[in-house]
DNA sequence: CCGGTTGAGGAAAGCGCTTACCAGAGCAAT
DNA sequence: ATTGCTCTGGTAAGCGCTTTCCTCAACCGG
């Protein structure tokens, strides 16, 4: 026991700013000022502080550094949980997580640049008071971002009101900034793609959660474009895939049990959903792209792993990640009426694009699969 | 401006548990007393306090409620940055994202079962002071999870004098516990697998980081059965592939415009690597079972999504991370002696279980492909 | 009927910082 | 030499909680 001396120093507590500020021989108020750079002090005493802050390897609480007025530099992240581990039937749930965290780390990067950090809860929406965990974390947090309608409208309004809050895939609202990719001109070049490219005359439209705003706005966009082209759209309860593998291989388990004849094309809300309607083709033996074409929606990476690889609208997923965090830093740490206040109740759009592949019925390029991978990703 | 009560109230400051006092007409003691459910109050104190607080909405404040004592309530996790942003050549190093975020993921769930939340922090490990903003982010937390040898061994011994530090994938010390797979005993089956039912007789093992445990120890188990089997193991400087697709890639392309004749199998550190090695070898026309075998390790989920679907070792990639939380949590809030000290210094290995699909030779379940990947899930 | 015990609420002391505010030194201008 | 700046360091007042200690009332047994 005493023979180490990790055993006996084992919990120390880390040095605080009084131990250092006796061993440099100055006032505390001396070593919170070199430290942060206020009231240039006398070089001297700078000296002495950072050799005593190197000696005793001293680093400042961030909780007592956050209530004496300042920022915590951290914010809240809120994601919508997927519920794998009880509805297990697929673990290709897994690659949801893939869309929020790249989301995340594209928040990440930029926040630290800010020195912020990112405080990460996922909610799950049966359970009844998410929103008091929500707010619990706001209070943890400078500024909250919310993925993907994770609140109820007042309870958004109520938190907006305390705390800077950003949206993504979401509505903004007065006191609220919402960020989301351009879903109508992506949605737009797909479907011209699939109408006029392919002259596909029957379409599809396999919606994400109901009510979300992403799903509801590619839908609305791709109706238009049918309806312009005096194409047929299939819509309705049955087509709708809660942006996951299993809704959407449950979804086309459906159609065809009941003897319903699948469209030309199948427009899918997301990535995610189009991998589980591949799945569910392909038992059946339907050929894609030869008997039904299939599209997706965020081109996540795992896209292009797919067979065939899937033809989907790439977002600048960490673009969307950076911008909600940037816009959230701007709103931060001013009062009513400061600059911040102008952004507020905006509504931001970052651009898509298509990105053609095979599913859709378009051709491999002639360097072959692999190489096409390859130099996709350059 | 004055007609939106949002702008004037703007950013109003939430309330404080002094509000909460004067509205229930009672001591701030009492309001801490009721919400931390301490020396039972009166049901009439109780009541008022609470209908108080929910008249104002109010939450205590993280930083406060930290400082007066207690637990911060947040765990730091640090990850190592991919560098995709300046070596963007293979975007696939996106999915480099998924083995870390999985784990966070296991993490968040069983730390929310406690009231945590965790803070990310991604380093770059070319990025000079790393270790400062690990220590930083240390004093924003009441404990740290270290993604895979992120801190040098000095400044891990000094950091875990201060904190409770688990590390994933790395070594024990005498203040921190590491948590990490089986890799001898998956990588034992795996190596039997191929040695003996599939009986190859030349392998190569594509390695990881340099000095990663993790890579260190999956090398020597496979190095063990080859040894005892009289096979023949590849191994060097030219096979690293540095846990990425891209480095996977490149030693392949480098071995092949060498002139190196291939072994009849490759094992890969993991399936990040193995990716970029599949890719490789489409390019060349060289097929995969039949020329060269190939696997992986983690049997992340794209692992399945792969033509021909990668055989893997699977870590239960969640169990990972719940595993160094739920030991982390024990290390918190005891100081030296007590009980949490017990665990400090021990290392955790996790069960591991060989996955056989398409890519070591194995023929496709009867069912077919896609039923399989389904089926496979559940 | 009184000292002693229990139990509940309030006053106040921190927790480790930041930041007014103040005091004193050095110096220029009067 | 006196006044008045500027410039630097120290003192102390919070920040919003938790918790210890104390007071006071109600209730017990002798």
Known sequence: MGIDPADTDGARQPPTIYDVARTAGVSIASVSRVLNGQRNPRAETRERVLRAVAELGFMPDGAARALGGRLKEV?????????????????????????????????????????????????????????????????????????????????????????????????????????????????????????????????????????????????????????????????????????????????????????????????????????????????????????????GFDDIPVARHLRPRLTSVRQSIQDLGATAFETLYAMIGRGAGGPGDAARGRDIALPTRLVRRQSCGCDPPPAGPASRTVAEAG
Chains 1, 2 share one sequence.
């Open 75 to 295: 914010i809240g992240v809120v994601v919508r949980r997927p519920r794998w581990f009880d509805d297990s039937q697929f673990a290709d749930e897994d690659e949801n997580l893939q869309f929020p965290d790249m989301i995340n780390r594209g928040m990440e990067i930029v926040a630290q640049q800010h020195g912020f950090d990112l405080l990460v809860r996922s909610v799950d929406l049966n359970e009844p008071d998410a929103g008091r965990r929500i707010f619990a974390l706001a209070r943890k947090s400078d500024g909250l971002i919310l993925h993907d309608r994770v609140l109820s409208p007042e309870a958004l309004d109520r938190l907006s009101r305390q705390i800077p809050v950003v949206t993504l895939a979401g509505v903004p609202t007065p006191t609220t900034v919402n960020v989301h990719g351009d879903n109508e001109s992506g949605m737009r070049a797909l479907a011209r793609h699939l109408i006029v490219d392919h002259s596909y005359r029957t379409l599809a439209y396999l919606a994400g959660h109901e009510g979300s705003p992403d799903s509801l706005s590619r839908g609305e966009a791709l109706a238009a474009q049918v309806a312009a082209a005096g194409a047929t759209l299939l819509t309705g309860e049955q087509w709708r895939g809660r942006y996951q593998a299993a809704g959407g291989a449950r979804a086309i388990e459906r159609l065809i049990a009941a003897g319903t004849e699948l469209p030309r094309a199948i427009v899918c809300a997301n990535d995610q959903s189009a991998i589980g309607v591949l799945h569910a083709l392909s038992l059946h033996g339907i050929a894609v792209p030869g008997d039904v074409a299939v599209t």
